[in-house]
T-cell receptor, first 118, second 115 residues
Framework: ETGVTQTPRHLVMGMTNKKSLKCEQHLGHNAMYWYKQSAKKPLELMFVYSLEERVENNSVPSRFSPECPNSSHLFLHLHTLQPEDSALYLC?????????????????FGPGTRLTVL | AQSVSQHNHHVILSEAASLELGCNYSYGGTVNLFWYVQYPGQHLQLLLKYFSGDPLVKGIKGFEAEFIKSKFSFNLRKPSVQWSDTAEYFCAVNPMNTGFQKLVFGTGTRLLVSP
């Protein structure tokens, strides 16, 4: 049973819709991540939040807007998406080292949201 | 930019065959290395990881991987596969320069083990 949950598991939306993906971690971690998994491409890191601050934005288009209201919750707000944005969106969490300290703790992944943009 | 190469996209084996999945990365500094597995219909989960010390790392379910620094490689091995090992396997690298993990993944290898 994963400690990271994602809702919804499947989402179909039109290009003019606005929707949000939700991620919740029950592991007491202080870092959360959004990844995009497309067919035949490596998992792409989209955003990283460490201690509720966004520390990484991997050149993601502005139609994707993350939000991290607290250390347990992470959202990905979607608006005016394109068909090529259809993919599996994965959330993960880990325990990051403080003040830049290293950690070898693994990332725990959620089951993902399968997004289809029509 | 850092990248991770997994040479085999699809591998088909019979039960009891030996497995080796290749992984090479391009990053000149110190790294953490991971193998993740995704069983059909399940989420990504950690198989094993290398942080420091013995370059031969043992993971769950009889898997092991060897870090060869001179070859920038972290190949995954299992002496005898089972039908239940059918899954997709991902190699990932984390350059050791941040407090949080910034994993760079390979494209994955789909393993099918026939009974």
């Amino acid at each position: 049973e994963t400690g990271v949950t994602q809702t919804p598991r499947h989402l179909v939306m039109g290009m003019t819709n606005k929707k949000s993906l939700k991620c919740e971690q029950h592991l007491g971690h202080n870092a959360m991540y959004w990844y995009k998994q497309s067919a035949k491409k490596p998992l792409e890191l989209m955003f990283v939040y460490s201690l509720e601050e966004r520390v990484e934005n991997n050149s993601v288009p502005s139609r994707f807007s993350p939000e991290c209201p607290n250390s347990s919750h992470l959202f990905l707000h979607l608006h005016t998406l394109q068909p090529e944005d259809s993919a599996l969106y994965l959330c993960a969490s880990s325990q990051a080292g403080l003040a830049g300290g290293r950690t070898d703790n693994e990332q725990f992944f959620g089951p993902g949201t399968r997004l289809t943009v029509l | 930019a850092q990248s991770v190469s997994q040479h085999n996209h699809h591998v088909i084996l019979s039960e009891a065959a030996s497995l080796e999945l290749g992984c090479n990365y391009s990053y000149g500094g110190t790294v953490n290395l991971f193998w993740y597995v995704q069983y059909p219909g399940q989420h990504l989960q950690l198989l094993l990881k290398y942080f420091s010390g013995d370059p031969l790392v043992k993971g769950i379910k009889g898997f092991e991987a060897e870090f060869i620094k001179s070859k920038f490689s972290f190949n995954l091995r299992k002496p005898s596969v089972q039908w239940s090992d059918t899954a997709e396997y991902f190699c990932a690298v984390n350059p050791m320069n941040t407090g949080f993990q910034k994993l760079v993944f390979g494209t994955g290898t789909r393993l099918l083990v026939s009974p």
